[in-house]
């Protein structure tokens, strides 16, 4: 298949490129390279040793990959004209919550980025390439933290003796996951109106250091943040146990939500390629290996980190974001292993690599761990977090 | 009361500014005068011979409002700060499907002035006026046509035999009704995040030439459209039935709106205004004054025309819009009857009311006729629609 990929650059963009690739698909792609430029812009780096992005796009050029730096809210038009792509998947988004309540400038950013990049590869779908399967990145993010069971797509509403199907209620928690939302809503829409087909994928939080394809190759890493904004809960915990710095939870930790490692997150969303819907058909896939609290997987850093020789702790710092800290959380996760996805590797093994991994590039975490304990706060302050 | 109106110079903006500002309140707004601008792109312009901008601005200086021509999605914070005010009505909206749908250029312009206009006023609520009141006009387009009873703001949800409160799940059917969507989770996200306090007025179709304040005086009369973009059902009926040119009806006509006359359009505003919600309360009121189907309504214009002595006909047009053409639609209106909103005329007696005006006007209903049958269809394409 010919898929295009939006974001080729990014932490799920370039692994995603050599996963298809390897899978004998025809993959392109394209990326402005802001991730680059906001990880920077809030003081940190990528921990692994990407190549930079001329590099990368001559090097993808070998392997047969067409990767394009450039914008893709700009006119898509051309680009699908040209390469026919079977599927598109849409990861050129801003992925980060912190980095939205960082004050007006960020989130309207966020918002403009990610709306019109939406917006752009939907309008230009309906013209060039309406038969095209659209897979977009949601986020689980996208239904909050709700005291019932989360379906995947509609669901049943019983109200005053009458039944619907309706999609899940959104309750972002930031305007970042607004943002998803917004795109969620956008993507139903021109399905139903212009009979595109897309797989809307909800995702987890993804965590891992590589995939298979990387082999020993350090060129074909991908990039890893640690910094408030775009790294994530176990990412980060990894890189504190690496260089024996505490491992920061924020509040009591009780905090529930998915968690997929990379390699996995790449066969979801092969997958979902391989299998696209019907035309006209909108479907919502929640994928995550499984729901965890942040405060039972830094436990197992700890451990795990332990067993390597890493001495650390865990502390326990004042939460900058306002969300539930105890709650109910059970979303469901059918439709992907319905059609095959099986966890390739159980939390704990694919932690061991993680730590494994970033052993190796232990200065480069010593020389952003000033960017570990989080800044910005939900309220719109800025300050570092305190220990509890 | 200090209140800000964004979005002063539109069809519902002006008159709340005569309306607040008889009841003693202190009236302060802005306007980018895009509705000027983008109705004229579309070949329309107003029936009523509004005034100009820099005359309104001296005319209603000398009322005593503060009228600016600039941009509300500039920021907000120099002047909140300066007006300091009570209650901020959000009206800065590009309010059209069909302009939304006519290409990607017109989506995106929705999407961008919407958004920013509407992240705008939050960010710097929170920093310069986070006691105020933001009163939101959202749209009852938001809920979509589903099968079952539309309540007002969070309803119940019993799923696998677990219960919770949850926003009703919105099913937009054009790209404006997306960017309402996400304007509406955004305030929603601030008042729970930033404690910011709002109503968000889910609005039915209003139409009505006039308000109690305008009384004979030309000079105080509101845009009125007629176009297939920013005209709406009943005042584009209204404008048909004067110049005996069919009343075009788009499909079965059997789609049910609610519906509610301008003038309380201006009580329910004024109702929302003068009763806050506590601080960190996002309050969702539907307002309309009934739920009529296309075709009762063409049919009322038909016949009060009539006993005006216009001949006029119902004409059955293809539908440009994808939506459902015979459905249920039962959406509760409750909240604002609770605070005091009653229904000041019926109907029939508006319709009489607006038919009379438009009277006046003929010869600018007929300059602009070419525009009342509908180009822009939701399929991407732009054909007129035929007679069925």
């Given at each position: 298949m010919k898929v295009f990929i939006a974001?080729?650059?990014g932490y799920l963009g370039w692994p995603l490129a050599l996963y298809l690739n390897a899978r004998g698909h025809s993959v392109a792609g394209i990326d402005n390279g802001y991730r680059r430029l906001l990880v920077r812009e809030m003081g940190g780096g990528t921990i692994t040793p990407i190549q930079g992005p001329i590099k990368r796009k001559n090097f993808a050029r070998n392997m047969g990959i067409e990767f394009e730096m450039g914008d893709?809210?700009?006119?898509m038009v051309d680009r699908f004209k040209k390469f026919k792509p079977d599927a598109i998947v849409h990861?050129?988004?801003?992925?980060s919550a912190p980095y939205s309540m960082a004050g007006f400038g960020e989130c309207w950013l966020t918002f403009i980025n990610n709306s019109k990049t939406t917006l752009n590869i939907l309008w230009a779908m309906k013209d060039v390439c309406p038969e095209a399967h659209l897979v977009k990145l949601g986020t689980m993010?996208?239904?909050?933290?709700?005291d019932i069971d989360i379906p995947e797509g509609h669901f049943p509403v019983e109200f005053r003796n009458r039944l619907a199907m309706l999609p899940f209620p959104r309750q972002p928690g930031s305007f970042y996951h607004a943002t998803k939302c917004a795109d969620s809503i956008n993507v139903e829409l021109a399905c139903k109106l212009w009979g595109l087909r897309s797989t809307d994928v909800m995702q987890g939080v993804v965590f891992g250091?590589?995939?298979?394809?990387?082999?020993?190759?350090?060129?074909l890493l991908t990039r890893f943040d640690i910094d408030e904004c775009f790294g994530t809960a176990i990412n980060r915990f990894c890189a504190q146990a690496v260089i024996e710095h505490p491992i920061t939870v924020y509040?009591?930790?009780?905090?529930k939500r998915g968690f997929i490692p990379l390699r996995d997150s790449m066969q979801c969303l092969g997958i979902a390629i391989e299998n696209p819907p019907e035309a006209g058909e909108y479907r919502v896939f929640n994928q995550f290996e499984g729901t965890y609290t942040l405060v039972s997987l830094a436990r197992r850093v700890e451990r795990i980190g332990a067993s390597l020789g890493l001495k650390t702790e865990i502390n326990y710092i004042e939460n900058p974001r306002i969300e539930e800290e105890k709650h109910y959380y059970n979303p469901d996760c059918k439709e992907l292993p319905r059609l095959g996805y099986r966890p390739t590797r159980a939390v704990t093994r694919e932690i061991t690599s993680v730590l494994q991994d970033l052993m190796k590039y232990k200065d480069r975490i010593e020389k952003f761990k000033?960017?570990?304990?989080?800044?910005?706060r939900w309220d719109g302050t800025k300050r570092k977090s305190e220990r509890l």
């Open positions: 974001g080729i650059d893709a809210c700009g006119s990861l050129a988004e801003i992925p993010g996208e239904y909050g933290t709700p250091t590589r995939t298979d394809e990387m082999g020993n190759n350090e060129k509040g009591k930790g009780m905090q000033d960017r570990l304990i989080p800044e910005v």
